[in-house]
């Protein structure tokens, strides 16, 4: 009984997930990689003295980039 419940849940969760736009298979979209490192970034930068060493980092990749 309990590996026919299962059964019935997963395509059904499957579907709830798909319906909101999110990828099953693990995959994230950069962006939103981005949005979750970053708080943790500031926090350990700000937390270490990192600071000026994170600024100076991102100059020189957006002189790299051209910007």
Do not use: E, K
Not at 37 to 56: E, I, K
């Amino acid at each position: 009984m309990a590996n026919t419940v299962s059964r019935t849940v997963r395509p059904a969760r499957g579907s709830r997930i798909a319906a909101f736009g999110i990828r099953p298979s693990g995959t994230r979209h950069p962006l939103v990689a981005v949005a979750m490192v970053l708080p943790l970034a500031v926090l350990l930068a700000v937390a270490f003295g990192g600071w000026d060493a994170v600024v100076t980092q991102a100059s020189s990749v957006a002189g790299l980039m051209g910007r």
